[in-house]
């Protein structure tokens, strides 16, 4: 059992170039989640979705975009990196809500923008 | 709204010695309540959490953390630290209706010889 899977492991990004993030589970849980990581500041959640066919915004959505067409997937694109987005962004599912909301991480992808 | 915080970026205790850090809480409404891990270059994992019930919630790798409801606190313990216990711990709380999970800002645990 993979669990979750996030492709790329790392990359390095030209500003201005489109990028998505791959993060795939194995475990049909309804809810997903991208969040990034920056030293000093925790995680923070960018996008979620409670189940296919439904995104909601996180705690830092602007300059992503998500998609939620079934319930394996749940990509992450930045249409146009800055700098700024120079993070380690992570993937997570969850069984669903409330006392189901026990959260499983994916490895991580380690995002550069110059 | 919920938050989290963590008191202490970074923790230094002796192996053999006891770990203990400290996570406070706010909450309008009965939290949920998490630890999690995050050992180098790895994703998160879940340490232990409260949900209902009793207040003193064992984990894996020997930490314990209580839920005290007067002091709106989470701390995690564990008796003896090892050299394996070095990474970074991050306290959670989500709502009993929530869809989300609010992180603290990470504590960064460090064991020395």
């Known amino acids: 059992i993979a669990g979750i899977t996030q492709a790329p492991t790392s990359q390095i990004l030209a500003a201005g170039r489109r990028m998505t993030l791959r993060c795939t589970q194995d475990m049909r849980h309804n809810a997903m989640y991208w969040y990034r990581q920056d030293l000093g500041l925790g995680l923070r959640l960018i996008h979620y979705?409670?189940?296919?066919?439904?995104?909601g915004k996180g705690e830092v959505p602007d300059g992503y975009s998500v998609s939620r067409a079934n319930t394996d997937d749940f990509p992450l694109t930045l249409a146009s990196a800055v700098p700024s987005q120079t993070s380690v962004y992570f993937c997570?599912?969850?069984?669903?809500?409330?006392?189901?909301?026990?959260?499983?991480f994916g490895p991580g992808t380690r995002l550069t923008v110059l | 709204a919920q938050s989290v915080t963590q008191l202490g970026s970074h923790v230094s205790v002796s192996e053999g010695a006891l770990v203990l850090l400290r996570c406070n809480y706010s909450s309008s409404v009965p939290p949920y309540l998490f630890w999690y891990v995050q050992y180098p270059n790895q994703g998160l994992q879940l340490l232990l959490k409260y949900t209902t019930g009793a207040t003193l919630v064992k984990g894996i790798n020997g930490f314990e953390a209580e839920f005290k409801k007067s002091e709106t606190s989470f701390h995690l313990t564990k008796p003896s630290a090892h050299m394996s216990d070095a990474a970074e711990y991050f306290c959670a709380v989500s709502d009993r209706s929530g869809d989300k999970i609010i992180f603290g800002k990470g504590t960064r645990l460090h064991i020395l010889p």
């Open positions: 979705s409670n189940t296919a066919g439904t995104t």
């Open positions: 997570a599912s969850s069984a669903g809500r409330g006392v189901y909301n026990e959260q499983f």
